[in-house]
């Protein structure tokens, strides 16, 4: 898919979904990793994730693209655009976006696990921590070091 496919598709989709046109430029960004576009305050733009757009099929793309929408419809209109506001989750529910990107990697299992001493609160980990700066969170005891990777 091209920048040009993808302007054309985006534009088609803010007309079938929101009733709106989309005026301005939408492209991919190959920078992107962890997320499957981005909606720019300064000009308006969108950026979408060119590697996910490979992954993924066409449903997941109108959701993702339908997201970005969301972010610039509502912004364009002073509504509230950002992802805490009620107003963008009850538009993205309504146009049938999709609330996060899928993942393109598995997530890795956790390499260390943690028990609270006391209530038996397990905190899987990746990263090692050192206990004798770290209580459990829910009734502030010591941990132990239950399992490790390594």
């Known amino acids: 898919m091209t920048d040009q496919d993808l302007q054309r598709l985006v534009e088609s989709l803010s007309l079938q979904?929101?009733?709106?046109?989309?005026?301005?430029?939408?492209?991919?960004?190959?920078?992107l990793r962890t997320t499957g576009g981005r909606f720019h305050l300064?000009?308006?733009?969108l950026d979408f994730n060119p590697h996910l757009f490979a992954a993924c099929g066409a449903d997941v793309q109108a959701g993702i693209i339908k997201h970005e929408l969301c972010h610039y419809h509502l912004y364009r209109a002073h509504r509230g655009y950002q992802h805490k506001d009620r107003a963008f989750k009850a538009l993205l529910a309504a146009v049938g976006g999709l609330r996060f990107a899928p993942r393109l990697t598995p997530v890795a299992p956790p390499r260390y696990q943690y028990r609270c001493t006391h209530c038996g609160m397990r905190y899987p980990r990746q990263r090692r921590m050192n206990l004798a700066r770290v209580v459990c969170g829910r009734?502030?005891?010591r941990l132990?070091?239950?399992?490790?990777a390594h």
């Open 17 to 31: 979904a929101f009733g709106r046109p989309f005026v301005h430029q939408a492209r991919f960004n190959a920078r």
């Open 42 to 45: 300064s000009d308006q733009h």
């Open 139 to 141: 009734c502030h005891h």
């Open 144 to 148: 132990q070091l239950v399992a490790s």
